[in-house]
């Protein structure tokens, strides 16, 4: 294994795809470089860098830059879905989803149901998420919870590099749309990652910690947060279970549960904002199913619900953070009926 960023695993994972499987072609802005422009062929890679060196391997005809206008392209995508190709399409900021939203939702994501399972969808949007780069409101919400609502939609947020490429090679292979949700902070993490592809099935979520005081579920790049957290706790004698879910659509209801009612506490940490998101999601799921066994009230570490601040200061303040998990955590530990 050879160490490798979150980037550089996403980008080796997709040209492992498509050296595999030559209906495997990449859209987006500013993937190949303007046709004609002064300055190096494929300047740019897209606008992190995560498809640099595709188009000098694979060719402008599998590479494709497109205009600024996500409902043209992501429609164009979801058409070629299901024409036979299998596009990576890139939405440079889920933020953007406003323009676009019909041709996911009430198109690609419907396709299959609408036409009796014949119509199949081999559609990966690509897209960044997340606060953390000083970028404002505009630029950096979670809104995976909105995918997760939509019937049709597999929801994927890769929590490392490992877990990044593992997922991205299953998305493109997958026969429906999947919207791949890249944390914008996480791109120069770097960690061990197998040389050769290999999958990880969705909906399958990963035990990074074993305890058995609490269980702690964090989602895309909170998982590391609450490893952290977990690592901090263990030495005060607290130990937890971290659920990294993988998938938010499919959801891996049976392991959350399990490891619920093993320990009898829950904390959910979401960065999306607390209404109607995830956190709130898992929550109502481990009462709904597993009440008897718990020892005190499932808790949540959230932002307050207002947009991204742009200020460094409010936007470090509005972010969760290990401090914020362990509190919250050492409160849930020590409740007494």
């Not at 505009?138 to 990044?164: D, M, N, R, W």
């Not at 429906?176 to 040389?195: L, Q, R, S």
Request: hydrophobic content about 40%; charged content about 25%.
């Amino acid at each position: 294994m050879t160490k490798k960023s979150y980037r550089w695993a996403i980008n080796e994972a997709i040209a492992q795809e498509m050296r595999r499987d030559p209906r495997v072609i990449v859209m987006g802005e500013d993937n190949a470089g303007g046709m004609g422009a002064p300055g190096e062929d494929d300047a740019w890679g897209g606008p992190r860098g995560v498809t640099k060196g595709l188009m000098p391997e694979f060719g402008r005809e599998r590479v494709l830059d497109t205009p600024i206008s996500e409902s043209a392209f992501i429609g164009a995508a979801a058409g070629a879905a299901v024409t036979g190709l299998r596009p990576v399409v890139e939405l440079m900021f889920v933020d953007f989803m406003g323009v676009c939203f019909d041709q996911i939702f009430n198109q690609a994501g419907k396709f299959r149901y609408m036409f009796g399972g014949k119509a199949v969808t081999p559609l990966v949007v690509r897209t960044m998420y997340g606060a953390g780069l000083r970028v404002a409101s505009q630029h950096s919400q979670c809104l995976y919870p909105i995918f997760t609502h939509t019937p049709g939609i597999k929801v994927v947020l890769p929590s490392s590099p490992y877990e990044a490429k593992g997922l991205m090679v299953q998305a493109i292979r997958d026969e429906d749309p999947v919207i791949f949700f890249e944390h914008k902070v996480m791109y120069d993490d770097e960690e061990e990652v197998p040389d050769e592809a290999y999958t990880i099935p969705f909906g399958e979520a990963n035990l990074t910690r074993e305890g058995g005081d609490v269980t702690i579920i964090a989602l895309g790049r909170m998982v590391s947060f609450a490893n952290r957290t977990a690592d901090m706790l263990e030495k005060d004698g607290i130990t937890c279970t971290v659920i990294d879910p993988r998938t938010t659509s499919p959801l891996d209801e049976e392991t959350i549960l399990e490891h619920v009612e093993g320990t009898g506490r829950a904390v959910v940490v979401d960065e999306a904002n607390p209404r109607c998101s995830m956190a709130t999601d898992i929550a109502a799921l481990i009462g709904q199913n597993v009440f008897s066994a718990l020892k005190a009230p499932v808790k949540i570490v959230t932002p307050p619900h207002t947009p991204v601040p742009f200020a460094p200061e409010l936007e470090d303040a509005y972010i969760p953070s290990v401090a914020k998990i362990k509190a919250v955590v050492r409160e849930v530990v020590g409740y007494t009926r």
